[in-house]
């Protein structure tokens, strides 16, 4: 898959010094930035990736480009704008961690959710980052990063006046995408209503909303940021209200939530050393505000 | 076999020693079978899960996907060579009007993705209605069965036209000798046996629109496919699942490849296993001949 680095021309990153780092693709070594890394970076380049697994101390500061799978489009974590070029906050935080505080190359690679786990265990690629929600099924396939943003399971209905409690939604048919936490939250409730609900599960979260604006569905179940993107953009579809599981929270949304989920950083299981570097660089970009402007572009205002 | 080997030593080298060529084909098949048959042995043995292969909570799931592709596979099939039929009559039409309109319907249909035209139909047309106006509730299916309609139409449309192009010209014209009309002779005369012509392709295409109801899981039809990836993706473990998914598409092709061949049989009173059969072979041909020498 194409990747775009060029597209994150913000000011962040110039305040971490990584400049070099999206002034061209290939252009940025580890020199770019100061700080942990270039200091090990000595060691032979090259197929750095087998040894982070077996050599902790060489980790893995090679400039070697991390590759990293994505379940594309889902807005507004990763999906492509109008020119094609891949936006999103997974996308910033990539470019913030991999770039950013670790001075390496990264690329974004295109593959369906549903398979994203097996992929990642058969090599396809490095990492995961994929707005993925930390459930104790995946950590027994993959380890997780320290949660780098917290998640609600929603449900969207049309502002039609037909749906307007959770327990409305007993006997109909909702929309999910195959193999999220939000097919996991519908079977729940479907157990809840004792079979009596419907789950239609499509590819790609899209072709749940669509199904929504379609009449094929009178509900989706997803995580709250993706579809409060969507209502934003359809005047006739609204969260259901009421309240939810998360209402006691701070910063919770003030609408229905089902479930309360963190998303995290995937790994194979054999690649600890480089998961303790991302997390140091997670907490990094948390500590700098870098985080928090990433945050603001993509949720408030 | 003195005669080979003096055919050999002529000309032609060891491929003229035709039971060398057979003991090698024979080995490498043999081969073949011995690695496939091993390969599938250790995996059925290491990586599938036979608790999970027998459990009834899955083979229910299985089974309620299977029947559902059964059912619309038995409609689409009947629908697309119906309508076929008539496509491939449009394409042979001397009007001009019927003929270029079935050949643009052939060139759209079979020219552009059988996965766009679902997307077209599923997506694209309950758009046209104002949101959450569209009529159809559960457009799933009919869009399955319209798709797969419209697409395999257009290639038993073709598989019609081969048929009747390859009836000999002077069957239509002995039978319009006799008085018969066009469309009279076409219908008693030459679709009899266009349709026997035509039988091997359009049995070929219907077993592929069997393979292509695997299509339907991106339109969310919960069919064999879909099924196969909720399992795998709850339990991770794509080889228990995938075995499911060999045995029923193949419960189905195999099924419908005997139909096929039934048919094949029925409508084969035109070969040389009997006295009629080697008339009817010859005569046309002869009659052919020599009416035009």
Redesign the interface.
Known sequence: MPTDRRVNRRQYLSTLGAGGAIALAGCSGGGSDGGESSAESGDEGGSAEEESASAEAESTTAPETVTIGSDIPYAPFEYRNEAGELVGFDVDIAEAVFAGELGLEYEFQETAFDGIIASLNNANFRIIMSAMTINETRAEEVDFSDPYFTAYQTVLVLDNGEITERADLRGVDVGVQRGTTGEAAAEDLQAEFDGELGIESYDQITGAFDALLNNQVSAVINDNTVSAAFAAENDGVVFLEGDGVAADRENAPDYLTLTIEEYGIAFRQDDDAFREEVNGALAAIREDGTYDEIYGEYFEG | MATHTDSETQSGGVLMRDRLVRRVGEFAAGGFVLAIGGLLVWILTTQVNGRLLASPLIAGRFFEAFLLVVRIVVISSVLSVTAGVFVGLGRISTSPITGRIATGYIEFFRGTPLLFQLFVIY?GV??L?A??????????VPAAIIGLTLNHAAYVGEAIRGGIDAVPDGQMEAARSLGMSRVMALRTVVMPQAWRNALAAIGNDQIILVKDTSLL????V?EIM?VF??I???Q?D?WTPLVWVCVLYLAITMSMSQVVDGLERRSDWGSDGGMFGRLSRFSPGSTDDGGES
Do not use: C, M
């Not at chain 2, 949101?131 to 799933?140: L, V």
């Not at chain 2, 899981?217 to 969310?220: K, S």
């Open positions: 997506f309950p758009r209605w949101t959450g106006e569209f009529p159809f509730q559960d457009w799933a899981t991106v339109i969310a919960p879909s990836r909720n795998n993706s709850n991770l794509p």
